[in-house]
């Protein structure tokens, strides 16, 4: 929670300077916890990005987290790749 507006000010900031259209992905390796204050930063960054036809990915959650995800059904929106190489592939080069 604590970190939580830091870090939607940093993924403003970081979708703000790239290119259009924006391609982003969240490294999640390390991450104990995605409550809902993070998935909301994340929500933020899918639709910023949706607004300059960018897109998101996620990458290396642990697996408490890609729970979560499941549990929300965030994932179905945001699927986790296992690798950040395996997200930028993902996303490089594909209409959102």
Known sequence: MATVPKLRSE???LI???DDPPRVVFDLSGVDLLDTSG???LLEAIKR????NGVVALARAEPQVERELELTG???ILPVHPTVEAAVGSISGVEP
């Open 11 to 13: 993924v403003v900031r």
């Open 16 to 18: 703000a300077s790239l």
């Open 39 to 41: 998935m909301a930063v």
């Open 49 to 52: 990005c949706s607004l300059r």
């Open 74 to 76: 965030m994932s179905r």
